[in-house]
C-alpha cells in the first residue's frame, strides 16, 4: 500500500466469506417465469478475502483483475457491491474452486463471497438485508434478468425449492447426493441463454407450455 507522509489510513480489519456454486436440477429457465425450480448449492465454490485497498479484484484461477468502477461488468458489479454495503475501499482475493461462464453459478458465487467478505470488513451481520440487496444489483449487472435461484444457492448451500414469489425454501436432504458435473469446456453466457428463450417465447405459443410443464416437474421433484 502507498501511502502520504503525514497521512494516516483508518484501520479496516480484514474479512472473509463464502459463495457455493450450484446446479439446477429441475425447472432451469422456466424459473425466471416465474414457474418453481429445484437446485443445490455445491460443496465446492468461493473463498474471498477483503482487506484495505483501493477497490480492486484478483481471481487468479481465472487470471482476472477488475477494479471497481471500471467498464466491465465484474467491475461495475464490484462498485455496485461496495455502494449498496456502504464499503470504504477494500481489495478482494478470490480463490475459485469453480470454472467460469460454466453453469455452475460463479457469478453468483463471486457475488456473495465478495459481499459476504466486505460486509465482514465492516462489522455486519452476514444476513443483513443489505447483503442480499447488494448481490441482486450485481447479478443483475451480470445476467440482465435473473431469477435470483443462483444467489439463493449460492448463499444456502443446500437444496431448495426456488420462486420468485416465494424465494428459496430448503428441502430436507438426508444425506449428501454426489454429483458427476461433466464440463464441456466451451464457455456459455447466461444472460445470452436467457434471452434466446425469451425470443423462442415470442415465436412459439407454445413454449410458454413447456416451461409451465418444467415449473409442474420441478414440484413433483420438490
Known amino acids: 500500500m502507498i501511502a502520504d507522509a503525514g497521512r494516516t489510513t483508518p484501520t479496516v480489519p480484514t474479512g472473509h466469506g463464502h459463495g457455493h456454486g450450484k446446479v439446477i436440477l429441475v425447472g432451469e429457465h422456466a424459473v425466471v417465469y416465474g414457474h418453481p425450480a429445484v437446485a443445490a448449492g455445491l460443496s465446492v465454490g468461493i473463498a474471498c478475502r477483503a482487506r484495505p485497498g483501493s477497490g480492486r479484484l484478483r481471481v487468479p484461477a481465472w487470471g482476472l483483475e477488475a477494479a471497481a468502477g471500471d467498464d466491465s461488468p465484474v467491475g461495475r458489479a464490484l462498485a ?3 455502494r449498496r454495503l ?3 475501499a477494500l481489495d478482494f482475493d478470490a480463490d ?3 470454472p467460469s461462464r460454466a453453469g455452475l ?3 453468483a458465487a463471486l457475488a456473495v463471497a465478495i459481499a459476504r467478505a466486505a460486509a465482514a470488513a465492516i462489522g455486519r451481520a452476514a444476513d443483513d438485508a443489505a447483503i442480499d440487496a447488494a448481490v441482486d444489483e ?3 449487472i451480470f445476467h440482465g434478468n435473473p431469477s435470483g ?3 439463493a444457492a449460492a448463499k444456502s448451500g443446500a437444496a431448495g425449492r426456488f420462486t420468485r414469489a416465494d424465494g428459496w425454501r430448503a428441502l430436507p436432504v438426508r444425506q449428501a447426493i454426489r454429483l458427476c458435473v461433466g464440463l464441456s469446456g466451451r464457455p456459455r453466457d ?3 441463454q436467457v434471452a434466446a428463450v425469451g425470443r423462442l417465447r415470442e415465436r412459439l405459443s407454445v413454449a410458454d407450455d413447456i416451461l409451465a410443464a418444467l415449473g409442474k416437474l420441478a414440484e413433483d421433484a420438490a
Open 190 to 192: 447466461t444472460a445470452a
Open 80 to 82: 455496485a457491491i461496495a
Open 96 to 98: 475459485a474452486e469453480l
Open 86 to 88: 456502504e464499503a470504504p
Open 105 to 107: 453459478g460463479s457469478s
Open 138 to 140: 450485481a447479478e443483475a
Open 149 to 151: 435461484i443462483d444467489a
